[in-house]
């Protein structure tokens, strides 16, 4: 079965106005959220990028339906971290959070100032 989700982009939109868009969406009949985590929005226009683990904890109390979120442990985040913040959502909310990871990108993840790391070392570090 075909299911549809909406994007909450963090990096066009305030945490709150996404709220509002989501609660909107599942109105619509979206079957789910996906909301991706980064420090700096893709393109300087966009102005906006909310915390989303804060966020998500927040938006699923106000709405019913499953979350999704990529996060990229490594660089801004420890491993550690990223596995706790998602273990709360999935006690508090049980069946309706799942994580993805990924490599990251320097645009909106390289923050810490230690060197970044090439895409196949990133690539290495998730396993």
Known sequence: MTRFGYHASHEQH????LLEYVRLAEDAGFDGVLGADHFH????ENGHSGAVWSWLGAAMQ???GPYIT????GDRYHPAVVAQSAATLAEMFP???RLA???GEAL???I???PWPSKPERQRRLL
Not at 14 to 17: A, E
Not at 41 to 44: C, F, G, Q, S
Request: net charge negative; no cysteine; hydrophobic share 35%.
């Open 14 to 17: 305030p945490p709150s106005v």
């Open 41 to 44: 929005p893709w393109l300087d």
């Open 62 to 64: 106000a709405t019913w």
């Open 70 to 73: 990529v996060n990229a442990p």
């Open 95 to 97: 069946g309706r959070f």
């Open 101 to 103: 990871i990924g490599t």
């Open 108 to 110: 909106n993840e390289h």
């Open 112 to 114: 810490t100032g230690n």
